[in-house]
């Protein structure tokens, strides 16, 4: 299927061409039948000779409708422009011509309508060469009556030409429907209807409603009047929706593929037409179905921030319009730039944005987006339309790769500078270095450590470095040193320990540095205690108990039980069922050996 736009001026025969060419009564309103004047969307369909079927989005010409005409051609690839003979180049001609334009639309078709009324030629001429200054280029011209049907087959005919022309979509895209109609039909509950751009949609796939979050699934699904197990684009869709209420939902509403589209009411973008300095303070965006009222902070000749009074589904590179509703005015195109732009809070930021965004073509790039942001999450690129193929350097985490590669460096000159500063501590917490590096997560600065670092109960430190004492622990160690020369067993008490200096810290880097062997908190020995205590009990009958070897160490119970636990997990001893111990070997360095 095809979808094409209608185009033109109030009462040159838009909806009396949709009519000869469809058999279908586009205005669906009894109000619009009275008048004689589109007010809202039509929709019809026909199939053409070569059997190719095109649906059809009637827009209303009138200027007060155009918020509603826009709406209609916000979706759609291809636009069939109507100029009456007997009227010609008209204001709300010009108005939606430049809507096409800023939209970016690049495939047209030209019907000079009434030509049983007035010679077409001139208005063809005049219309071709206004829209030949657009994005549509130079478009077939053909003449037609809705009246008489002359010309009609020859506009069939164009109509095929011009759809073989248009861009295959993509049905693996994820789905981005804008709503433009939401009704209920008894039974059947809500049912929203749309153009379908890219994607497929099948019944009982769950949707995301934008802007709400809720999860809705498809009930039914209809088009061209069908039922259809699946839809896939470019289509005119109803959706039958399980989940949501009629008054939930509404045009400029849009139903997403959940976890694809960035939902957001700040983006950055580039302007194509007016010059930024001349938007006034608030203007009127319009992508989709959607229009939304968006304040301006030019941010440089071209490029602007726009905050919007609602959230909207984007991506980077979607295309969207601006309008100045006071002046009845279409300022021009926007094309997405960023829709997660940096804060401008900081002196000077909006000055460095400017320059970021003229280097900025709103064609979605991984490495451009790394490059600038330094680090993104995978889900997150893929939300704002960035296709995604670098490795993630931790979890979903993808990094620029200089960028990775200053935060190492960076890493590693906090962590030798901390153990400078912090000689009695193992190394520099992980927290404080995330919170130093300003990354968003633990596991960043776990996945930045490499050798010559290393990761140690929570802790960085540069490896198979020994710290260097401070004066005073070395003089505390001697000093206990000396204290255990005679009975090597008898760990110096808590006031003991507190009198020469020795705090957890201080027996911390003691104990890393190997000048102290911790069995406990508050208990310390000398590095070789246990291999002389394994050759003192190896001494003893066997096995033995706790008492016994208490004597022996010449030491207290708050020691050897420690002592002998230490001793037990090394393998050195081996508890048996009435506590008695044995000595497991009795080579000497054995148990200092495992304990390495």
């Known amino acids: 299927m095809h979808v094409i736009a209608t185009a033109g001026h109030v009462d040159h025969g838009k909806s009396t061409l949709v009519r000869a060419l469809t058999g279908m009564e586009p205005d669906r309103w009894a109000e619009e039948r009275r008048r004689g004047m589109t007010i809202d969307l039509g929709f019809a369909w026909t199939a053409l000779p070569t059997g190719e079927a095109v649906a059809f989005v009637d827009v209303p010409g009138h200027e007060r409708f155009v918020p509603n005409m826009l709406a209609g051609v916000g979706s759609v690839p291809a636009a069939l422009i109507v100029v009456a003979a007997d009227g010609g180049w008209m204001p709300q001609s010009a108005e939606h011509l430049a809507a096409l334009d800023?939209?970016?639309?690049?495939?047209?078709?030209?019907?000079?309508?009434?030509?049983?009324?007035?010679?077409?030629?001139?208005?063809?001429?005049?219309?071709?060469?206004?829209?030949?200054?657009?994005?549509?280029?130079?478009?077939?011209?053909?003449?037609?009556?809705?009246?008489?049907?002359?010309?009609?087959?020859?506009?069939?005919?164009?109509?095929?030409?011009?759809?073989?022309?248009?861009?295959?979509?993509?049905?693996?895209?994820?789905?981005?429907?804008?709503?433009?109609?939401?009704?209920?039909?008894?039974?059947?509950?809500?049912?929203?209807?749309?153009?379908?751009?890219?994607?497929?949609?099948?019944?009982?796939?769950?949707?995301?409603?934008?802007?709400?979050?809720?999860?809705?699934?498809?009930?039914?699904?209809?088009?061209?009047?069908?039922?259809?197990?699946?839809?896939?684009?470019?289509?005119?869709?109803?959706?039958?929706?399980?989940?949501?209420?009629?008054?939930?939902?509404?045009?400029?509403?849009?139903?997403?593929?959940?976890?694809?589209?960035?939902?957001?009411?700040?983006?950055?973008?580039?302007?194509?037409?007016?010059?930024?300095?001349?938007?006034?303070?608030?203007?009127?965006?319009?992508?989709?179905?959607?229009?939304?009222?968006?304040?301006?902070?030019?941010?440089?000749?071209?490029?602007?921030r726009l905050r919007l009074s609602r959230p909207l589904p984007l991506r980077v590179g979607d295309r969207a319009l601006l309008r100045d509703p006071g002046r009845h005015h279409v300022a021009g195109g926007v094309t997405v730039l960023d829709v997660v732009p940096p804060p401008l809070g900081r002196r000077g930021a909006a000055a460095s944005r400017a320059l970021t965004l003229a280097t900025m073509d709103g064609r979605p790039d991984e490495r451009d987006e790394l490059r600038r942001r330094g680090l993104a999450r995978r889900a997150d690129l893929a939300r704002m339309g960035v296709p995604v193929s670098a490795a993630p350097v931790a979890g979903d985490w993808l990094a620029d790769p200089e960028h990775w590669r200053a935060l190492r460096r960076r890493l590693l000159g906090e962590v030798a500078r901390y153990g400078r500063e912090h000689p009695l501590e193992p190394g520099m917490p992980v927290d404080a270095l995330r919170q130093l590096l300003d990354l968003p997560e633990r596991s960043l600065v776990e996945a930045l450590v490499a050798p010559p670092l290393v990761t140690r109960a929570g802790r960085v430190a540069v490896a198979g470095t020994a710290t260097a004492l401070p004066d005073g622990v070395v003089r505390a160690v001697e000093r206990v040193r000396a204290d255990l020369a005679d009975r090597p067993f008898l760990a110096p008490e808590a006031a003991r320990l507190a009198e020469l200096g020795l705090g957890q810290r201080e027996i911390g880097a003691a104990v890393r540095a190997g000048a102290l062997l911790r069995l406990a908190d508050g208990i310390v020995l000398l590095p070789g205690a246990v291999d002389e205590a394994l050759r003192v009990l190896a001494r003893l009958p066997q096995p033995f108990t706790l008492s016994q070897a208490r004597q022996a160490l010449g030491t207290t119970r708050r020691v050897a039980v420690p002592l002998l636990e230490l001793l037990d997990r090394q393998g050195a001893t081996r508890r048996q069922a009435d506590d008695g111990r044995v000595v497991a070997t009795k080579e000497p360095g054995v148990a200092s050996q495992r304990r390495t």
């Open 102 to 304: 800023a939209l970016d639309v690049r495939h047209g078709l030209l019907a000079v309508t009434r030509a049983d009324l007035a010679d077409p030629g001139p208005a063809a001429e005049q219309a071709r060469a206004e829209i030949a200054k657009t994005s549509l280029g130079d478009v077939e011209v053909v003449a037609v009556s809705g009246a008489t049907g002359d010309g009609l087959p020859e506009l069939r005919a164009a109509l095929h030409r011009l759809v073989t022309r248009l861009p295959a979509p993509d049905p693996s895209a994820p789905v981005r429907m804008w709503v433009d109609r939401s009704f209920t039909i008894r039974g059947s509950g809500t049912v929203v209807t749309g153009t379908l751009g890219a994607g497929e949609l099948r019944v009982g796939d769950e949707l995301e409603l934008a802007g709400t979050q809720r999860r809705v699934r498809v009930r039914g699904l209809q088009s061209l009047g069908a039922t259809a197990a699946a839809v896939p684009a470019v289509a005119r869709v109803a959706v039958n929706l399980r989940g949501v209420e009629r008054d939930q939902v509404r045009r400029g509403d849009a139903l997403l593929t959940p976890g694809r589209f960035h939902t957001t009411d700040l983006l950055d973008v580039r302007l194509h037409g007016d010059p930024v300095a001349d938007l006034p303070a608030e203007v009127t965006l319009h992508l989709g179905s959607a229009a939304v009222t968006a304040r301006v902070r030019p941010l440089g000749v071209d490029t602007a």
